[in-house]
Each structure stands twice: as structure tokens, then as C-alpha cells.
């Protein structure tokens, strides 16, 4: 166990809604990173929270957003949900002096 | 196209056995590897990592080995356990560019025989 967890486990939306997923990181670290990972394939990165703001991002649009909270857990927010959003959303977090992240369980989010 | 791939996506040995794990990465400025181990229904557990300063690097039962020249990293797993089987994903960013995330391969299926 890594001491990171989110919530929920298992979520069923409707195309067109929106969602929010929740991350607490483990104790001491600071920063939190979320990914998608659609079956049988790797996680990619969606972006990285630092000190309450967003301070990379990969190749998605814009209609994923997140928050930091200043105890460093992390929200992500999906709007207008496509059937493709269907995945294991994965947060991970990490501590600045250290390079290796460390990931939760995950969130399985299924798009009707 | 992924700057991180795995040469196979299924691996299966005989329990007790050492098994690799190859991967092949084509960023030039990764200097940090990573291997994570995925269990289904779990999230992607830390292996061991190494920095692009090294080329080898030794854990319980594992090793990780760097040939920067071909670009290419393995992941060796001494005296195969039940317990290994798993998806194993091998993962490249560039220290101190924590801010890109990791890239991800797609992954190989080990599968531990009886």
C-alpha cells in the first residue's frame, strides 16, 4: 500500500455529463499527478499539481481540469464525458526531493 | 507514437526461473527509468528505478540494467515467484522535468507457470 487513495473506486456516467474524481496523497508529498489508462495499455499523463497550481500537462484537452487543496490532495474534473473518457483514472504523488511517484488504486470511470 | 515501448506483450516462465523484461525508449533526454508492476484491479507499484548515470542497478530479486547507447532497458526478476505475475510497464522522464509526467509503454503480461 502507498498511503495514496481515491475515490470513487467504480463510477458509471452518461455521455455529456461531467464527473469528479478525488486523490489524497500520501503523507509528505506535495505534488500529485493524474493519469488515464485505457485497458490494455499504459498510463498517460494528464497533468501535475505543485503548491495548489497546475504545473505540466499532457496532451489532453481542456475540458479536464483539476484543483490542488492546500493539504495536497487533488480533485480531477471531467466535463461533457465521451464514450472514449471510459478508463482507470490514476492519481500518483510524489515529494520533491524524490523522483519515483507513487500511485493510488485508481478510479474505474465507465461512459454510457 | 509512445517514446516508451515494450518488445513483448506476453512473457510467460516457469515458476523459479529468471525472467526479462526488455523495453526500448527513443527520448534522447530521459535520464530517469522507472518499473512498475500492475496487478489487476490495482494500481501501478514501484519496482526500482535508475538514473541515466548508471547502468545497473540491483534490488530484492531485481535488476535493472541501462544501455543508453542503444536505448534500451530491461528489467531481470531472479527465482520467478507466483506472486510475479503481473503486467509490467517500464516508464522515462527527465529529472528535475518532473512536470512532464512519466511516459508510459504499453506493458508486458508476465505470466508465472506451475
Known amino acids: 500500500e502507498t498511503g495514496v487513495t481515491q475515490s470513487p473506486t467504480h463510477l458509471i456516467k452518461t455521455r455529456g455529463q461531467q464527473v469528479t474524481l478525488r486523490c489524497s496523497s500520501q503523507?509528505?508529498?506535495?505534488?500529485v499527478s493524474w493519469y488515464q489508462q485505457a485497458l490494455g495499455q499504459g498510463p498517460q499523463f494528464i497533468f501535475q499539481?505543485?503548491?495548489?497550481?497546475?504545473?505540466g500537462r499532457g496532451n489532453f484537452p481542456p475540458r479536464f481540469s483539476g484543483l490542488q487543496f492546500p493539504n495536497y490532495s487533488s480533485e480531477l474534473n471531467v466535463n461533457a464525458l465521451e464514450l472514449d473518457d471510459s478508463a482507470l483514472y490514476l492519481c500518483?504523488?510524489?515529494?520533491?526531493?524524490?523522483?519515483?511517484?507513487?500511485f493510488g488504486p485508481g478510479t474505474r470511470l465507465t461512459v454510457t | 507514437g509512445e517514446s516508451v515501448g515494450l518488445h513483448l506483450p506476453t512473457l510467460s516462465v516457469q515458476e523459479g526461473d529468471n525472467s526479462i523484461i526488455n523495453c526500448a525508449y527513443s527520448?534522447?533526454?530521459?535520464?530517469?527509468f522507472i518499473w512498475y508492476k500492475q496487478e489487476s484491479g490495482k494500481g501501478p507499484q514501484f519496482i526500482i528505478d535508475?538514473?541515466?548515470?548508471?547502468d545497473k542497478r540491483q534490488g530484492q530479486r531485481v535488476t535493472v540494467l541501462l544501455n543508453k547507447t542503444v536505448k534500451h532497458l530491461s528489467l531481470q526478476i531472479a527465482a520467478t515467484q507466483p506472486g510475479d505475475s503481473a503486467v509490467y510497464f517500464c516508464?522515462?522522464?527527465?529529472?528535475?522535468?518532473?512536470?512532464?509526467?512519466?511516459?508510459f509503454g504499453k506493458g508486458t503480461h508476465l505470466i508465472i507457470q506451475p
Open positions: 527520448n534522447s533526454a530521459s535520464d530517469y
Open positions: 500518483a504523488s510524489t515529494s520533491p526531493w524524490l523522483s519515483e511517484q507513487y
Open positions: 499539481y505543485y503548491r495548489e497550481e497546475e504545473n
Open positions: 516508464a522515462e522522464n527527465a529529472l528535475g522535468g518532473g512536470a512532464d509526467g512519466l511516459t
Open positions: 503523507s509528505g508529498h506535495n505534488t
Open positions: 535508475i538514473r541515466s548515470n548508471m
